[in-house]
């Protein structure tokens, strides 16, 4: 028989350590002449989707997709990223390949001039400044996009710490209300062990009448034969193995609570035989007091199940 549950059981149980689905996370960066923006959310899902919005840069998605699924494992999460030029980094700079289309025009008309005989002032520099495709204004060209990449994963990095940290938190508060309701269970299956034994005399009371009032009706009938009918229906009646599994599957809810790693499926399959049990309980009882637990029982299961709905 499991061993009951008391208040020395529980102080030795562990702190919940169950996630939340549900998170938030934005980070901004800047750097290589671009500025970007990270933003990460995710809500309750049956399993993992993810949902990319990124730049085209080489690499990148594929980059993603693996840090992600290294701190989620379920839920709908969408990530975005925002990257433009740095209007810091905007500033004049020479192009070569203007310069080089200006240098041949004037190399061609200095040769067209001295074979026609005119002389031409030398050009100067500045002179070639000044015409239009020397000089461009904007951000300098990306010569690495790989550059870029690793400096947009650093922040991603840190944006899924955050993300990560913010998951956690809210199924710390996910975790300590389940193991709230799991305490009530386990009071409850103690108050219906209590009432399920308090009522044997009772049960045995009604057994011997009822005997006695069908041999009274049936004088030819076998006593024995009636006897076992009646043994059978106090068997049907008897909670005890409810009461037993009960006590299981608080044991096994708690082990889950414990667990850091994704208990939501587990979790949300451990409340149905919650359910099973509680529902056996009501159809069992011949009390209105154990009716009463067990009405109560399956509404606290039901509360479970709504938060469950939000754990990884």
Same mark, same amino acid.
């Given at each position: ?14 702190? &919940? ?13 800047? %750097? ?12 309750? %899902? ?15 998605? +594929? ?24 209007? !810091? ?13 200006? =240098? ?10 001295? @074979?026609? %005989? ?12 000044? =015409? ?5 204004? %904007? ?51 103690? +108050? ?5 034994? /308090?009522? $044997?005399?009772?049960? /045995? +009371? ?5 005997? +006695? ?5 049936? &004088?030819?009938?076998? &006593? !024995? ?28 809810? $708690?082990?889950?609570?414990? @667990? &850091? ?34 009405? @109560? ?5 039901? !509360? ?9």
């Amino acid at each position: 028989m499991v061993k009951p549950d008391t208040t020395e059981n529980r102080m030795t149980h562990l702190p &919940p350590q169950v996630i939340s689905m549900t998170g938030f996370a934005a980070r901004q960066g800047a %750097g290589l002449g671009h500025e970007w923006s990270w933003d990460v959310r995710s809500v309750n %899902g049956k399993g993992f989707d993810l949902r990319l919005r990124l730049p085209e840069i080489e690499g990148l998605e +594929a980059a993603v997709r693996s840090a992600v699924a290294k701190v989620a494992a379920r839920g709908n999460i969408t990530l975005n990223l925002r990257l433009s030029r740095s209007e !810091q980094a905007e500033g004049l700079r020479l192009s070569e390949a203007g310069l080089a289309a200006v =240098l041949g025009a004037v190399a061609q008309i200095e040769t067209a001039a001295r @074979d026609r %005989g005119l002389a031409l002032a030398p050009s100067r520099a500045t002179d070639l400044l000044t =015409l239009r495709g020397v000089i461009e204004q %904007g951000p300098p060209a990306l010569d690495d996009p790989a550059a870029l990449r690793a400096a947009l994963l650093t922040d991603l990095d840190a944006l899924l710490t955050d993300f990560t940290a913010m998951r956690a938190a809210e199924g710390g508060e996910i975790g300590a209300v389940i193991s709230a309701q799991i305490d009530r269970i386990a009071g409850l299956t103690e +108050a219906a062990r209590a009432a399920a034994e /308090a009522r $044997r005399p009772e049960v /045995a +009371a009604t057994l011997r009448a009822n005997l +006695a009032r069908v041999m009274e009706g049936a &004088p030819g009938a076998d &006593p !024995q034969r009636i006897a076992q009918e009646l043994a059978m229906l106090a068997v049907k009646s008897d909670v005890a193995e409810e009461i037993d599994r009960l006590r299981a599957h608080i044991t096994a809810a $708690r082990t889950l609570l414990a @667990d &850091p790693a994704p208990v939501g499926r587990k979790f949300d399959f451990l409340t149905q035989e919650f359910v099973r049990e509680a529902n056996t309980l009501c159809s069992k009882s011949g009390s209105e007091r154990l009716t009463a637990i067990g009405l @109560d029982l399956k509404h606290v299961i039901d !509360q479970i199940r709504e938060q469950i709905q939000n754990v990884e």
